[in-house]
Nanobody, 112 residues
């Protein structure tokens, strides 16, 4: 059983930055791709960014150039650095590993 715990969400003004963290339990974190998703009220959950076990990254078009995903295998943690935040980035952000485990989510609210 893998546990994923997100942290780092909060309230920020438009143009500001936040860094989300997702800490994973277990010793095989380094072998798994990791993804960040988000879900805004009344909308479907959508993929934000992903990183493979070897560090290859991919991003949704709506965050390219603003968000950066990274991982620290020694800490079993994946990060999402979010810069130039917009009100439309307001959502609950979730991490998910390639085995299908989800974290509980962390709320990000961007005020205009």
């Amino acid at each position: 059983q893998v546990q994923l715990v997100e942290s780092g969400g909060g309230l920020v003004q438009a143009g500001g930055s936040l860094q989300l963290s997702c800490a994973a339990s277990g010793s095989i974190f380094r072998l798994r791709a990791m993804n960040w998703y988000r879900q805004a009220p009344g909308k479907q959950r959508e993929l934000v960014a992903g990183i493979t076990s070897s560090g290859i990254t991919n991003y949704a078009d709506f965050v390219k150039g603003r968000f950066t995903i990274s991982r620290d295998n020694a800490k079993n943690t994946v990060y999402l650095q979010m810069n130039s935040l917009k009100p439309e980035d307001t959502a609950v952000y979730y991490c998910r590993d390639s085995a299908g485990y989800w974290g509980q989510g962390t709320q990000v609210t961007v005020s205009s």
